[in-house]
Each structure stands twice: as C-alpha cells, then as structure tokens.
C-alpha cells in the first residue's frame, strides 16, 4: 500500500511538472508574439514617422488620396464632389502637377462617410490621418485573420505589412484595405454577430464591383438562413445610413454620380485586368468587359447553392473573392488587398497539409519586386497578381493534388 502511495505521489508530481511545462511553453510563446509584435508596431512606426516627415501639401497632391479628399472638400461646401472641373481646380491648388489628369473618386455616393471628414483638412494632414486609419485597419485585419485561424504560432501573421497590394494602397493612398477590414470583420463575427457582420459589410460596398460572384453567393445565404437574415438587416441598415447622409449633404449626388460614371470613360482608362483586355478584340463594345464578370456570377450561384448544406465562408467564400478579384472589369492592383484573408488560410491550410511554402514566396516577391522597381498600379505588368493569388490558394488548400504538382515540377 506505501508502494501504492508512493507512485500515486510520483504520479502526481510528474502532471504537476508537465502542467508547469506546459504553462511555461504557453507564457513563452506569448512573450514571442508579445516581442514580434512590439518590434514590428516600433519598425512600422520609425517607417512612418520618416515617411511623414516628407510629406507636403503638393506631395498628397500626386496621391489617389487627393481625389478623396477633393471629393470630401466639396461635400464638405455643399458642392458636387463629382464636378470634374472643381475636383481639377481643388487638386491643382493643392499642388498637383495641372499637366497631369485630375483624379476622381469614382466611389459610389455610399462613400460619403469616407470623403466627408478629410473636407475639413489641409491634404497633408487629412493624408497622414487617413495614412494612420489605412495601417490601424490593416493591423486589425491581420488580427482578425490570425484569430479565425486558431491563433497560430507564425511569423505570417504579420504577412500583412510585407503583402504588394495592401503596401500600394498604402503608396497610393487608396481604399482597398478598409475593403479587406470589411471582409475580416464578416468572417469574424457572422456566427455570433450575425447583424453586426452584416454592417460592417457597408466597407465592401466601397467597390461593389469587387464582389459580384461572392455576393450573389451571400445573397443566397441570407435568404436561406437565421443568421443570413440577421446578416442582411444590418447590411440593409447600414447602407441606409448611408445613403441618408450622401442625401444629407447632397441631395443629388446619384445622379450626379450617374452622369461622372457616363462621361468619366473609367471603362475606356487601361487596367490591369483580364476583363478589361478583352476590349482588345473590340475596343468600342465596353459591354465585353463584364462578361467574365457576368459569367462568374452566374458560377457562383450554382456553386453556392450545390453546397449550400455546408458551406463555409472561410473556405468556398474565400474562391469566390479571389474569382470576383479576377473577373472584375475595373481594378488595380491596392484593390487586392482584400484578398489578404484567403492568402493567409491558404498558408496556414498548406501547413497543416505539410505543403511547400516557396510558391508563395516567390509570387509575393515578385509582386514585391515589381513595385519596388516603380512599375506604375495602371500597368498591365500587374495582369498576373490576380490569378496568382488564386492559383496559390487552390495549391495550398489541397484542391491541386501534390502529385500533379510534383508531375508538373
């Protein structure tokens, strides 16, 4: 019986001793994060401050930010923000180059809430807060992604930051990661927060044409699910939040959003898009642009409602983002930033498969090579990133078996 109690004791010394190790693993392993995260938050702010330190009036001038922040400056004077002559006379009092075309924001009117509280700042300052709202929305997206995947132990969490689109909306001053914090928001929070994930959708409607196959996918899921329906009231009330304030403050902003989009020729600008090369076969037929768009719609409902009794938007959602950033007939390449979720699961996915991660590191290098080497966000040179993304979650979530691959090597 001593002997008994004696291994008994034993017995329990040594799962007092793994519980401590495994305490200690744990306090380790969050003093690491805590380290990579503080270091990176201290680069990013040493980055930053150097970057903000040379930025002038004239220099937010040559920015995509200068189109919203000339937007919110009318709004803000109960002008038409999409008055080409004003927004061209605000831009070149600012210190823009007047040899170079106005920008415009061809954002629906749903973007008011966007433009309307830089029409109160010089654009330096209205460009280093929306420099610090852009990089605060990036970091919470990247927490968000880290969280859906179960909190993993990876210097990818940080991917972000080092990821070419959402670093050329960072260059360009553009709106593409508050589109990426509106996807990470939904995935978040639609099975416990259905009506607040439905709001937080309002920031996709920033660039609705990004989304047309995984909204019609989403379309189909509110109307045939509880939550769906949740998802969809705070959706629908929060566009109509907006909308009143675009009402507010211009009551005839539809329509004049209407005539820019006619007269502005955004279809006829060269984009780096697979939709928009089609025009090569018929330069004046702009319908030719929406096809794939069209087509990929069209996919997506049938794709949706096949699988519609398991569906899952951390994995078909995210094909039909990456499908919607390829058929799209207007883009660039900071628009991408909303892929980041899909690029990140595809990681993690490729890791628990045992996948190689080089494939992805050379895309993403080379993405980052090319705009390092100042190639242009309208050049064509950026037509691949698009499909590469896409060609690199379908590897890494084992939809490409490793034999072809190893066949194709």
């Not at 980041?340 to 980052?368: N, T």
């Amino acid at each position: 019986m001593q002997k008994r109690g004696e291994f008994a004791i034993v017995g329990m010394e040594g799962m007092l001793e793994d519980i401590a190790g495994e305490k200690k693993h744990r306090l380790k392993k969050r003093v690491r994060v805590l380290a990579a995260a503080l270091l990176t938050l201290a680069g990013a702010a040493v980055l930053l401050t150097v970057y903000i330190a040379g930025i002038s009036d004239s220099n937010a001038a040559e920015r995509d930010f200068i189109s919203y922040w000339a937007a919110g400056h009318l709004l803000a004077h109960g002008q038409n923000p999409y008055d080409f002559q004003a927004v061209r006379a605000l831009e070149i009092a600012a210190g823009r180059d007047p040899s170079e075309p106005a920008l415009m924001m061809r954002n629906p009117p749903v973007a008011f809430f966007m433009a309307l509280p830089l029409g109160w700042s010089r654009p330096k300052a209205g460009l280093i807060a929306w420099l610090f709202v852009l990089i605060g929305a990036l970091g919470a997206a990247s927490y968000l992604i880290w969280r859906l995947n179960g909190r993993p132990d990876s210097l990818f969490n940080y991917f972000g930051f080092g990821f070419a689109p959402a670093l050329a909306c960072l260059m360009a001053g553009q709106c593409g990661i508050l589109l990426l914090l509106g996807v990470a928001l939904f995935l978040f929070l639609y099975r416990d927060r259905p009506f607040v994930a439905g709001a937080a959708l309002l920031l996709c409607a920033l660039k609705p044409h990004f989304f047309a196959p995984f909204g019609m996918a989403l379309a189909l899921w509110c109307v045939t699910t509880k939550k769906g329906l949740r998802v969809l009231a705070g959706f629908c009330i929060a566009l109509m939040g907006s909308c009143l304030l675009a009402y507010a403050v211009d009551a005839h902003a539809w329509g004049q959003y209407s005539q820019m989009i006619r007269a502005g020729g955004a279809l006829n600008e060269v984009v780096p898009r697979l939709s928009a090369e089609l025009r090569l076969l018929d330069p004046q037929a702009v319908w030719i642009q929406f096809v794939p768009e069209t087509a990929a719609c069209v996919w997506a409902i049938w794709y949706f409602w096949t699988r519609r009794a398991a569906w899952n938007w951390m994995d078909q959602g995210l094909l039909l983002l990456l499908l919607g950033a390829i058929c799209t007939p207007y883009g660039f390449l900071p628009d991408e930033s909303l892929l980041l979720p899909a690029i990140l699961v595809g990681v993690y996915r490729s890791m628990a498969l045992k996948r190689l991660l080089w494939p992805l590191r050379v895309l993403a290098g080379a993405a980052l090579l090319e705009l390092g080497m100042g190639a242009a966000i309208v050049s064509r040179s950026y037509l691949w990133t698009a499909p590469a993304w896409l060609c690199w979650y379908l590897y890494a979530t084992g939809r490409f078996p490793r034999q072809a691959i190893a066949a194709g090597d």
